[in-house]
């Protein structure tokens, strides 16, 4: 990642871009044939050229929005081809790439496919692996349509045909194709295919040579950008001074305690809060170092999902807060949102009683609460200040319809756990003076606007419908 070069290109004070050279300028427009100055609206009435994967025409007049949603820039998108007069859509255009891939390949070109050519823990290219991967998992389709044997290269066209009609051009047959040739003697099953090769498909579900949907990628991580302004964390000179890094110290120690948590639980799916995320984030453009560093002391490269469900979402943070609780002894976050599980098990509260003579403690929500004695002062901070950086990131969320029945419901039911988790800790507040400390934050910020995490509607409200990321595809 040449952070050095990205860096010389962008205004220390302001943050904005600088201008381009006159020589980087034309580079990227004859690159890659777009203007250099972006478009910042469109209109109903503009087009693109976009060819058909059928016929492979060019249909000159493409609209990027309409009142369908069938626009090249919506969802639904969909075309009905000028030349062959056939619907064609954008899983369709990524067949397309992957059915042209195979003939060239069987026309001798040097063509590895996508998450074939390097090797998963050491990130290098291993050509050798590559070639018995592909062996292995085109071995169905190689016995049905001949995907591995030589072709002469007249014919490159018409097997590409032929191959995109024997996969419907959907890239879940192709997924099931897959695990057929890895898996000969089983059923496809959906629920429980390899990542691997579920990675395989879904980098030729879209058009364009990119094996992601950048524009997704991109709009998620514009709201992670957010929050951290929120937070004056992206202010320039922010922690200059020794006296005020602070926050930016704990911010990487808690990252480090991150990752022992993925360590000793390399089972479960961890979910950073806003501070260990931004840390996550900067590991990971140093590239070579972070794969080196997290595969030696974490024993794997941490993938960073960045497209899940809020139920799954919301359901692994609390795991993961109890796992980070009960391991440093400390509350994960302390910003006003879900208070942690209380301390004190029913059996115990009841053996307590005993011992007391059944004497009733005093657990109202008005009782004395004692201060909080922070052990780890290097993970958490009851600053109020630092309460933010500590909020669960969501900008791995996938963007959802906001007036989707199940997703409403989802996060109705979150908000009403949240209350009466809430309750309970104001009422255990004694016992466990961080749920109290928790609680009392979440009732007062709460009136500030400050939502529990996974259930702000405002945020789902976010819909965006640019290149399906709003209805996101089941594996990607």
């Not at 053996?351 to 201060?371: E, L, N, Q, T, Y």
């Amino acid at each position: 990642m040449p952070l050095t070069l990205i860096a010389s290109l962008i205004n220390g004070r302001t943050l904005d871009p600088l201008p381009p050279s006159a020589e980087r300028q034309r580079f990227f427009e004859r690159t890659t044939g777009l203007s250099w100055y972006m478009p910042l609206s469109t209109g109903y009435t503009e087009t693109l050229s976009v060819f058909c994967p059928f016929c492979k025409n060019v249909n000159p007049s493409v609209r990027w929005v309409t009142d369908r949603d069938t626009g090249y820039a919506q969802t639904k998108f969909m075309q009905r081809c000028q030349s062959c007069y056939r619907d064609f859509n954008k899983v369709a255009l990524g067949i397309r790439r992957f059915v042209d891939e195979v003939s060239l390949r069987r026309s001798g070109w040097a063509v590895f496919f996508s998450e074939t050519l390097l090797d998963p823990p050491t990130g290098k290219v291993d050509q050798t692996a590559a070639q018995t991967l592909i062996a292995k998992a085109f071995k169905a389709l190689d016995d049905q349509y001949g995907v591995l044997k030589p072709l002469p290269s007249h014919n490159a066209a018409e097997e590409a045909d032929k191959l995109g009609q024997a996969l419907n051009w959907d890239f879940e047959v192709l997924c099931d194709r897959l695990h057929e040739g890895v898996r000969p003697n089983s059923t496809p099953d959906r629920s429980k295919r390899n990542p691997r090769l579920q990675r395989l498909a879904v980098a030729y579900s879209n058009p364009g040579m990119a094996s992601l949907d950048l524009v997704g990628a991109v709009l998620r991580q514009g709201l992670f950008i957010s929050k951290m302004d929120e937070l004056g964390w992206t202010r320039p000179g922010r922690f200059d001074l020794v006296s005020e890094s602070a926050p930016l110290v704990r911010c990487i120690a808690r990252y480090h305690a991150f990752l022992d948590l993925m360590t000793v639980h390399n089972s479960t799916f961890c979910v950073p809060t806003l501070d260990i995320d931004l840390a996550w984030h900067t590991h990971q453009l140093k590239s070579v170092n972070y794969r080196t560093i997290t595969t030696q002391f974490v024993g794997r490269f941490p993938n960073h999902d960045d497209n899940v469900e809020p139920n799954i979402l919301s359901t692994a943070y609390d795991i993961t807060a109890k796992a980070w609780k009960k391991r440093f002894g400390v509350p994960y976050s302390i910003c006003g949102c879900l208070p942690d599980g209380d301390s004190e098990s029913r059996i115990s509260r009841f053996a307590s009683k005993i011992s007391s003579g059944f004497k009733k403690r005093d657990d109202s929500p008005g009782s004395h609460v004692p201060p909080v004695n922070n052990k780890r002062p290097d993970l958490v901070n009851t600053d109020e200040g630092e309460a933010d950086s500590s909020h669960p990131s969501e900008h791995t969320i996938n963007f959802g319809n906001p007036s989707d029945a199940v997703a409403s419901r989802n996060r109705f039911d979150r908000q009403r756990r949240a209350d009466k988790c809430v309750a309970s800790a104001h009422k255990g507040a004694a016992r466990d003076p961080w749920r109290g400390l928790q609680a009392e934050r979440s009732e007062r910020r709460k009136r500030e606007g400050h939502k529990e995490a996974f259930t702000d509607s405002h945020y789902y409200a976010m819909y965006y419908p640019y290149w399906g990321v709003s209805a996101a595809i089941p594996l990607g």
